[in-house]
């Protein structure tokens, strides 16, 4: 490996973000150019003298121009992410207005077997209508006609 | 008679002690303060490319990809910049770097 490619690599090399085999290159040629070696040397001090301004604070017009730059990348996917959900509240409320139709859903099969036993009870008033007592017993009390299976029963305790 | 003196005595030798502790502090404090503004200087000198390369790389532990996509342009590109500026900054800060490389 040169010492131009070398310095294309140093910093990747210091960040351990070479790939393996970039990286056993780099060394083979670190331990035999002393130019080299000493470059890295004094990068990594670069790094420690960087390290020790840890609250370092970029200046407000840095900061504001880095933040712009960032706003003005994602800007066409966030576009239609924000028309499809314009804020958190409506997303929330149109979740919650699904959930509710789904569970109205699940809720709703109890009358369907409601009908299912409609038949047996239709079988068994069929059987109350043909045991009915004659005409002349309505006729004595056409009162009790809601009363079907009383009917019967009412004229004889009078 | 003697309490008193001894009391004295010992005031003298605190305050004493005192003063002497306060002038490494001080020293020290004024040297850190020096140092980091030299390196804070120096961040500020390097072109604007260069310095947010640098910001982004060090201060935001942005990695290369996010690095360039930010600065618009190639990741080599960005691999050079941030090589000019390191190289400006060890020119710059050649005597505290010359410091450390010793120790």
């Known amino acids: 490996m040169s010492c131009e490619k070398m310095e294309t690599r140093i910093l990747a090399y210091m960040d351990g973000r070479l790939k393996e085999n970039e990286r056993a290159e780099a060394e083979k040629h670190l331990a035999g150019c002393a130019a080299c070696r000493l470059r890295v040397n004094e990068f990594r001090a670069v790094n420690d003298l960087l390290d020790e301004l840890p609250a370092i604070e970029p200046s407000g017009a840095f900061n504001a121009r880095v933040h712009a730059l960032v706003a003005a990348e994602p800007q066409k996917r966030s576009s239609w992410l924000t028309w499809l959900a314009p804020s958190p509240r409506i997303a929330f409320v149109a979740s919650m207005l699904l959930l509710a139709t789904v569970w109205v859903g699940t809720q709703a099969p109890p009358p369907p077997i409601a009908t299912q036993d409609l038949p047996v009870v239709e079988s068994t008033d069929y059987d109350v209508i043909s045991s009915f007592a004659p005409l002349s017993d309505l006729s004595q009390a056409p009162d009790d006609d809601a009363d079907d299976s009383d009917a019967p029963q009412q004229p004889q305790q009078m | ?103």
């Open chain 2, 1 to 103: 008679m003697d309490a008193p003196i001894v009391a004295d005595t010992e005031e003298g030798d605190e305050r004493m002690m005192e003063v002497a502790d306060a002038h490494p502090d001080i020293e020290q404090h004024l040297v850190e303060k020096t140092r980091k503004k030299m390196i804070r200087h120096a961040i500020e000198k390097l072109p604007e490319k260069q310095r947010a390369a640098v910001l982004l790389h060090k201060y935001q532990e942005l990695d290369y990809a996010e690095i360039s996509k930010i600065l618009k342009c190639s990741e080599s590109a960005l691999k050079s910049l941030l090589f000019r500026a390191y190289e400006t900054l060890r020119v710059e800060l050649a005597p505290l770097v010359a410091h450390s490389v010793k120790h």
